[in-house]
């Protein structure tokens, strides 16, 4: 799917990259869109998943939403949420990444669910300024990737 025309040319942005934390490393295709983007992994790519696995992560807008979030789940299911800070591998160092929140924290399904908040210290280290609204800025992030908003799905 990476390798075709119409993904590279018309439909979005492609890129190839190995994200390092400071517990583990996965190595993806990304494809951007406007507001979100597809992480494919290659047999290998990311530890512990199995051929077929799959998910969906969610970003906030706004500080403090993911709190807000794990709240109301605690009351809505049955299932035990975890929360926990993911921190970046950088060039400078590690760096505060984001905090994410999941359902299912104690072992790897064929799917997951998670939602993540960025830490002001990764915006921070990006220059990622927020929206005078005070909302998570994906336009400005995506620019940090040096990714272009000609040709990227919604």
């Not at 990476?2 to 996965?26: G, H, K, M, P, Y």
């Not at 799959?54 to 807000?68: A, E, K, M, V």
């Not at 924290?105 to 929206?131: G, V």
Request: charged fraction near 25%; proline fraction near 3%; glycine fraction near 8%.
């Amino acid at each position: 799917m990476a390798q075709s025309e119409f993904i590279n040319q018309l439909f979005c942005t492609v890129s190839r990259d190995t994200v390092e934390t400071d517990t583990e490393s996965w190595s993806g295709t990304y494809l951007r869109g406007k507001h979100t983007y597809l992480e494919l992994f290659p047999p290998g790519g990311a530890e512990g998943l199995q051929e077929g696995f799959s998910g969906i992560g969610f970003n906030t807008q706004q500080d403090g939403q993911l709190d807000s979030v794990a709240e109301k789940l605690r009351g809505l299911s049955a299932k035990e949420t975890f929360s926990d800070l993911r921190v970046r591998q950088t060039e400078s160092g590690k760096i505060p990444w984001f905090h994410y929140l999941t359902l299912n924290p104690s072992e790897r399904e064929a799917f997951a669910a998670w939602l993540m908040e960025f830490h002001q210290d990764y915006l921070e280290y990006k220059n990622i300024k927020l929206t005078p609204g005070n909302c998570f800025n994906r336009a400005a992030y995506l620019k940090t990737l040096e990714t272009s908003e000609t040709s990227l799905f919604e």
